[in-house]
C-alpha cells in the first residue's frame, strides 16, 4: 500500500519539474524567435520538447509551432540551421539566393544574428524581474514600523497582541520599527515564556504581556532540507527540543548549530495537535547579502512573527526595482558560488542536476502557487545565466564567435566552428554527468 503514495509523490515531483521548465523553455526560445523574426530571420520550427511530435501547427509566417513528446527542452530552428544547436546547413545556405539568404541565421548581418541569440538569455531574466515584481505587487511590503497585523493560528498559550497595536518597546528595550523587532528579537532579547511590551493601542499607551516575538513559527521550509525530509510544514510551532521547551526561534537555532548533525526531536505543534518528529541537522553553504558564503548546520527552515506584518501597496516603479535586484543577487550569487566550488571554498554538492531541480520543483509547487511561480523565478534566472557561459552549443558559445567575427570581420571557418562545438558539446555532458552523479551521491 506504500507505493502508492510514494508513486503519487514522484509523479507530483516530476509534473512540477515538467510545467516549470516548459515555461521557463518557452519564455527563453520565444525571445529568439520574436528577436529573430523583428531582425529579418525566419524560423522554420519553434519546438517545446524534443523527439516524436504529438501536436503541430504552422501559422502564418511559415514557422512550425510544435509540442514534442520530450518535454525536457526545446528549440528554434532558423532558416539553414542544420539542427537544434543552429549549426550550419551548408548545402541549404548554397541553394538559397541572395534575399532568401539574408533571412537565413548564418546569412543575416552580425547584429541581427547576436541580438537573436542573445535574446534567449534576456527574455528569462525579464521573466524572472516580472515575476519577482509581480508577486510584491500583490502581496505589497511590510511597512517600516511595528505594527501589529492579523494573528497567525498558533496554540493557546501564546499570547498575542491585539491587530493595530504599535510596538514602542519590549523588555524595556525601544522598538524603532519592524526590522529593530527583527534584531532585537534575534540577537538581544532573553528567551522566555512573556515578555512586557510598551505599545499604543487606539491612541492610548500602555503596558502588556505577552509571548516572545520572533517564536519557533516556521514560515518558509526550504526545498532538499532536513525538514522538508521530515514532513514539517509552513505554520509548524516547535516547542521543544530533545524535551526541553522553547520559546524563541534563536534557541531552536542555537540548538542546531550546537548539534553538528547529531539527531534533534522536535515536539511540533500542528493546527491543535502536538507530534514529535525527529531529523538531523544538514551543513549548507549559505550565500551572504555581501557577497561570499557562510557554511553552517541547519534544518532548513525560516522562523517569523507571531504577527502578520502590515503591509502597504508597492507602486510598480518600486516592484520593477525589487525585481532586478532580486534578479541581480540570484546572478551574484551563483556566480559566486560556482567560484567558491571551483576553489574548494564550499562543497560541489551545491551544483545541482536533473533530479535535484526536479525535487526541488515538486517541495515548491507542495508549498503553494506563490511558491512555486517564485521557484520558477530564481530557476529562469538560472536558465538565463547558464546559458550566456561561454561555451559552444550555448548561447554565451555563439555569442564569443559573433564577437570574434565583429573584431575579426570574418567568423570562424566551418571546420573550426564543428571543432568547437563538439569540444563544447562534450564539456556541457560533463556537467550534465557531475551534477547527476551529485544528485545521486551527495547527502
Known amino acids: 500500500?506504500?507505493?502508492?503514495?510514494?508513486?503519487?509523490?514522484?509523479?507530483?515531483?516530476?509534473?512540477?519539474?515538467i510545467l516549470a521548465l516548459s515555461i521557463i523553455?518557452?519564455?527563453?526560445?520565444?525571445?529568439?524567435?520574436?528577436?529573430?523574426?523583428?531582425?529579418?530571420?525566419?524560423?522554420?520550427?519553434?519546438?517545446?520538447?524534443?523527439?516524436?511530435?504529438?501536436?503541430?501547427?504552422?501559422?502564418?509566417?511559415?514557422?512550425?509551432?510544435?509540442?514534442?513528446a520530450l518535454p525536457f527542452g526545446g528549440y528554434v530552428k532558423f532558416l539553414g540551421d542544420a539542427d537544434a544547436a543552429s549549426?550550419?546547413?551548408?548545402?541549404?545556405?548554397?541553394?538559397?539566393?541572395v534575399a532568401e539568404r539574408r533571412r537565413s541565421m548564418h546569412g543575416a548581418p552580425l547584429w541581427a544574428r547576436a541580438a537573436t541569440v542573445a535574446a534567449g538569455p534576456i527574455f528569462n531574466f525579464i521573466l524572472s524581474i516580472l515575476i519577482f515584481a509581480g508577486v510584491v505587487l500583490v502581496s505589497g511590503q511590510a511597512v517600516d514600523e511595528a505594527r501589529i497585523g492579523p494573528a497567525?493560528?498558533?496554540?493557546?498559550?501564546?499570547?498575542?497582541?491585539?491587530?493595530?497595536?504599535?510596538?514602542?518597546?519590549?523588555?524595556?528595550?525601544?522598538?524603532?520599527?519592524?526590522?529593530?523587532?527583527?534584531?532585537?528579537?534575534?540577537?538581544?532579547?532573553?528567551?522566555?515564556?512573556?515578555?512586557?511590551?510598551?505599545?499604543?493601542?487606539?491612541g492610548r499607551a500602555m503596558q502588556v504581556e505577552a509571548s516572545f516575538p520572533l517564536i519557533p513559527v516556521i514560515e518558509a521550509v526550504t526545498p532538499q532540507s532536513a525538514a522538508i525530509d521530515a514532513g514539517l510544514e509552513r505554520g509548524d510551532v516547535i516547542r521543544a527540543i530533545d524535551g526541553q521547551p522553547i520559546y524563541a526561534f534563536s534557541q531552536l537555532r542555537d540548538a542546531v548549530e550546537a548539534s553538528e548533525g547529531a539527531p534533534l526531536a522536535l515536539d511540533v505543534w500542528r493546527a491543535g495537535e502536538m507530534m514529535e518528529i525527529t531529523l538531523s541537522p544538514r551543513r549548507m553553504d549559505l550565500p551572504l547579502a555581501e557577497g561570499g558564503f557562510e557554511t553552517?548546520?541547519?534544518?532548513?527552515?525560516?522562523?517569523?512573527?507571531?504577527?502578520?506584518?502590515?503591509?502597504?501597496?508597492?507602486?510598480l516603479w518600486e516592484a520593477a526595482g525589487f525585481g532586478v535586484s532580486q534578479t541581480?543577487?540570484?546572478?551574484?550569487?551563483?556566480?559566486?558560488?560556482?567560484?567558491h566550488m571551483i576553489t574548494g571554498a564550499i562543497s560541489s554538492c551545491?551544483?545541482?542536476?536533473?533530479?535535484?531541480?526536479?525535487?526541488?520543483?515538486?517541495?515548491?509547487?507542495?508549498?503553494?502557487?506563490?511558491?512555486?511561480?517564485?521557484?520558477?523565478?530564481?530557476?529562469?534566472?538560472?536558465?538565463?545565466?547558464?546559458?550566456?557561459?561561454p561555451i559552444p552549443v550555448l548561447d554565451g558559445g555563439h555569442l564569443i564567435f559573433h564577437?570574434?567575427?565583429?573584431?575579426?570581420?570574418?567568423?570562424?571557418?566551418?571546420?573550426?566552428?564543428?571543432?568547437?562545438?563538439?569540444?563544447?558539446?562534450?564539456?556541457?555532458?560533463?556537467?550534465?554527468?557531475?551534477?547527476?552523479?551529485?544528485?545521486?551521491f551527495c547527502p
Open 328 to 339: 541581480g543577487f540570484i546572478i551574484q550569487s551563483s556566480l559566486s558560488g560556482l567560484w
Open 1 to 17: 500500500m506504500e507505493f502508492i503514495p510514494q508513486f503519487g509523490s514522484v509523479a507530483f515531483t516530476i509534473l512540477a519539474f
Open 403 to 440: 564577437a570574434y567575427e565583429a573584431v575579426a570581420g570574418k567568423p570562424p571557418s566551418d571546420k573550426a566552428l564543428k571543432v568547437f562545438m563538439s569540444i563544447g558539446l562534450t564539456l556541457l555532458l560533463a556537467l550534465m554527468l557531475f551534477a547527476l552523479t551529485n544528485d545521486i
Open 152 to 202: 497567525k493560528m498558533l496554540p493557546a498559550d501564546i499570547a498575542v497582541l491585539q491587530e493595530g497595536d504599535l510596538v514602542t518597546a519590549v523588555a524595556g528595550e525601544p522598538v524603532d520599527g519592524l526590522a529593530d523587532l527583527y534584531e532585537l528579537s534575534r540577537e538581544t532579547l532573553p528567551p522566555a515564556p512573556s515578555l512586557t511590551y510598551d505599545i499604543e493601542r487606539d
Open 296 to 315: 553552517r548546520w541547519l534544518i532548513g527552515i525560516t522562523g517569523g512573527l507571531f504577527f502578520e506584518p502590515v503591509t502597504e501597496p508597492v507602486g
Open 87 to 97: 549549426g550550419k546547413d551548408g548545402a541549404a545556405i548554397d541553394s538559397l539566393d
Open 25 to 68: 523553455v518557452a519564455i527563453h526560445e520565444y525571445g529568439h524567435y520574436i528577436v529573430g523574426r523583428w531582425s529579418g530571420i525566419h524560423a522554420e520550427v519553434f519546438s517545446i520538447g524534443f523527439g516524436p511530435v504529438l501536436t503541430s501547427r504552422v501559422d502564418r509566417h511559415g514557422t512550425c509551432w510544435q509540442i514534442a
Open 350 to 389: 551545491n551544483l545541482q542536476g536533473p533530479i535535484g531541480i526536479a525535487e526541488t520543483s515538486g517541495a515548491a509547487a507542495s508549498q503553494g502557487i506563490e511558491n512555486f511561480i517564485w521557484f520558477i523565478a530564481v530557476l529562469s534566472t538560472a536558465v538565463g545565466l547558464l546559458n550566456l557561459f
